[in-house]
């Protein structure tokens, strides 16, 4: 279909232009004080497993009291390929504002019609705070994905009879409190 052909163009130079953003302004610059603590997190996270396995890891996701521990958690299994560089954390807001993109697509694709979703697609990736938010490593993306999906979910479930997807709308909506609380 060419919507969905689209859509593939509209993700993918959002993601090259994020990616090429990231690595000209971002790579080996300070990060905002927010940032250092959620790396720190995503460190933690992942020197704690190196060192003592899952049950480190699940020990070090636990002591994130303060702060929704997802985000950073996915960015250490990221590390688990990638190492532990920092820059590489910047991927996760990225890749998620991309299914944010994608996910909208398929709930205007779903409400009216796939020239609908194609457009919902185009302004979500090109909204000023997604692009913001995915150039930095904060929780409100990653959030956003879930809550995408969530909602897509649930108008996939038809009305709760669907049970897979009215099992992603409960993951979806539980994941929401270890990515950020305020948006439940």
């Known amino acids: 279909s060419p919507f969905v052909a689209g859509l593939l163009g509209v993700v993918i130079l959002f993601l090259a232009v994020g990616t090429r953003w990231r690595w000209m302004f971002r790579h080996g610059q300070p ?74 697509y398929f709930i205007g694709k779903r409400l009216d019609s796939a020239a609908t979703g194609l457009l919902s697609a185009v302004l979500v990736a090109t909204c000023p705070l997604i692009v913001t938010y995915s150039r930095a490593f904060h929780f409100a993306i990653p959030a956003t994905l879930v809550a995408t999906l969530a909602l897509l979910a649930l108008l996939q479930s038809g009305r709760c009879r669907r049970w897979g997807w009215t099992l992603l709308f409960g993951l979806c909506v539980g994941l929401l409190p270890l990515d950020r609380s305020m948006t439940v």
């Open 31 to 104: 990060v905002s004080v927010d940032e250092s603590n959620y790396l720190a997190m995503s460190l933690s996270d992942y020197f704690n497993f190196t060192g003592g396995g899952i049950k480190g890891f699940i020990a070090a996701f636990e002591a994130h009291r303060s702060y929704a521990p997802l985000t950073s958690a996915v960015a250490a299994a990221l590390y688990g390929v990638t190492g532990p560089h920092v820059i590489a954390a910047f991927a996760v807001p990225l890749a998620c504002a991309a299914g944010a993109v994608t996910a909208t």
